[in-house]
């Protein structure tokens, strides 16, 4: 295998796509979202690409006995109300900076093939704490791009995130801007914690909003509710500690 | 040096061999193996390759003075009795990740260039605790394979290893299925927290059925006792520490 | 992306120019001057070149929405009243030895597209301790340099810093000599526990006097100000401490 | 710079000349030996090679202010009274274990260049105890070597060095051997908590007489003195320690 392998598992016409980056990261918010993505509009999927590397982990996984290499997989979705998507998703992010910009790279190249214009990265900002009200911060390649996601929710803020946009999400900015590639970043808040269904569902109706379709949420609010009960633990746990020791912090959770 | 070398030590005519691979890795179940095959059936063993590498640590292991560059060791094993054999050993794996996939592929390189077409790779799984009853779980690149090895006696399960397979035996599944190689990769049960020649047994025995082979288990059960009495010395810590506070997993590792 | 990418932004004549390299390092003294200069001599400077590289971290900022990759900046500044300067400046250095190796080359190539032949690095050196008196340690290329770095107040000394220059800083003179380039290395002392602007000035002070300009130091003054009131809290913390068993480090340090 | 640039300072006609190689390790054996050796000829030594690599640590030395670029010295010594030595000595190590292959293949094409055939790796052994006597182990790179090292003292053990040999000084015997060159490690026993003068005489004892030079120790005597008053203190410190409770260990060391 060459540090790179972009397999061509079919081909499919695509109207003018948006591609939809998810892989893991803070709260798993990206790759809940194009997971969830792939599940409401299964009928109108197809697994276009898979994009293996050794900058991936070395690793297979085993689903019912079968191996599968570590890999991003490209689906092209159409028919979905709105906008054709092309939507990457996977398992694991490249292992070291150098493999970062090569998939970064890697994912523009199939982009361009099938001529994306547009490209939304998705990811999750941590606050450090629990959350009630799931906000979407945003960060773009270009000024323009602002106003009509902030007319879709999205908020922009003077200095967030703080420390930049680290992992592919951030280089498919970084770099796609110097393609000509129009590309925005949306994170969901989360606490950082937990697998954070509820963030992503904040960033989907962001992209509802902006691509023009529609999608159910069951699935999503089913494993929120699961997320809900292991949060009420913690607040509980939080609650009993703070019997003691009342703090300002415990306050703002519990309140 | 380059980052790979093949050394030819000898070339050995093998009737459709099969690979086996046993490097060291979880409970060393895997190399235990491997060593235990090239032990019984020394006689039949011709070392046929070395493969050096840059990935491997930059170290010389010393024998009796001589000191002797780490490597993976090929060995042609015939007249087994069941199907020849062409077993990879050594004393490390790669360092890094990309090292683990140049390596993987070279040992593909080497069982082509001997026509192997049947690979098992094979390894431990962790169990985290302290176990009697030893069982093989299976993965395997095509699920056809699935029923010959379930005959054998090996268990597949729905969502084992939960983390997928690491290093190099999940790459000869990986990338062995993108060459046209059933490859298969059998993990022993170990409680991950000592050298299981119990384990390598249980795998041992998987091979035997699989490939029509006999071996005698006298030298690992003598390392098996050896490891027995330190289990027992564990369990007796356990035992005492669990004469004050008594609890379920005291009761389960001794009742 | 190439593993680097210099972009031209924009090309200035230049009249003899001095390198000035001023990335993040210990109490971030070399970037705090460079930014200083480019601050003061804002209507002088121009960007002309960018250095992308895949050794900087897989990241962007985030600036009022707007994301930027990870870069080095190189400006042109003019009319300082003295020699004309070639500012590098950027977020972050190289995350590896060969990415270091690499970047340094880089910056040596630029300069030497400017005709550039001379060329100071600055940096900080760590004391561990509160100081008083800011000192500027040199190092550098050829022995020749040191009677006119000494006139301007740079202290050579025979055993520092102990470990040597690491970094980008270290490699511009490392191999800056190799072609003929001749570098200087300033570092200011700093305890190394906070940014250090007065530590900035006194290096700025050294740069005044060698290159024959002069800049305003308010707003380095106000950043002095605001770490001062830090810095008087640790020293609270510490007499407080001292209270129960004075020592010397706290006699030196309160006086 | 690429990755490995090998500088001709000059050229020296050598006579069937012996590999010295003494980096920095367990102990700084190695670095003692090859210092003592260059300190002691002085009159007899020239600087003929300097091996720059990427592999090493991105940093320059500094000595009266002037700094140099970390490197590999090689020095040619004629006039020894014995054999002609090419002596090998630097302040570090690669950074990678790419690198230490890279540059262990570096070393034996200079060697080769000065058609060296035999070479001597030096090093420390750490016994994680304070020790009396120190004992010299060896490893070499065919069995035929062995005999005249053990008339010269040097100890060869059925499993020692348990661990293998790591860094340089074990790949100029595993690659060298695969290039026809005779190589010896010389490994001094050393407690490895400590620089240690004393086990580098051991070893410099060994190299004595097998290369037929002779050697004042005035100065490494120095240092072992000054070494020694460290280990009084330790000593003491356990002494203290064990009064309390005096076990084996502290009988052992004190006796």
Redesign the interface.
């Known amino acids: 295998?060459d540090?790179l392998d972009i397999d061509v598992v079919a081909d499919v016409e695509l109207d003018d796509p948006v591609l939809i980056e998810g892989l893991p990261g803070v709260g798993h918010v990206g790759s809940l979202v194009a997971e969830h993505l792939l599940e409401e509009f299964e009928a109108e999927s197809t697994l276009v690409r898979r994009i293996y590397s050794?900058?991936?982990?070395?690793?297979?996984?085993?689903e019912?006995?079968?191996?599968?290499?570590?890999c991003t997989e490209v689906y092209a979705v159409t028919e979905t109300g709105g906008e054709d998507l092309l939507v990457f998703t996977g398992d694991h992010q490249?292992?070291?900076?150098?493999g970062?910009?090569?998939l970064?790279?890697a994912f523009l190249d199939v982009a361009e093939s099938f001529d994306v214009s547009q490209c939304y990265a998705l990811g999750g900002v941590p606050t450090g704490e629990l959350i009630e009200s799931y906000d979407v911060i945003?960060?773009?390649?270009?000024?323009s791009m602002?106003d009509d996601l902030e007319d879709a929710g999205v908020e922009?803020?003077?200095d967030?995130?703080a420390?930049?946009?680290?992992?592919?999400s951030?280089?498919l900015?970084?770099?796609g801007?110097?393609r000509g590639v129009d590309a925005a970043?949306l994170m969901g808040e989360t606490s950082g914690y937990l697998v954070d269904p509820k963030s992503a569902r904040a960033v989907l109706s962001v992209l509802e909003t902006r691509l023009g379709f529609d999608v159910e949420y069951d699935s999503l609010d089913e494993r929120a509710e699961e997320m809900e009960a292991v949060m009420g633990k913690i607040r509980e746990m939080e609650s009993q500690a703070s019997m003691d020791v009342p703090s300002d912090d415990d306050l703002r959770y519990i309140g």
Chains 1, 2, 3, 4 share one sequence.
């Open positions: 295998m540090e050794t900058a991936f982990p070395p690793q297979v996984s085993v019912d006995g079968v191996a599968s290499l570590t490249a292992q070291h900076g150098d970062h910009y090569m970064a790279e945003g960060a773009v390649t270009d000024e602002i922009f803020r003077e967030e995130p420390g930049g946009i680290v992992g592919v951030g280089l900015l970084g770099l801007v110097r970043c």
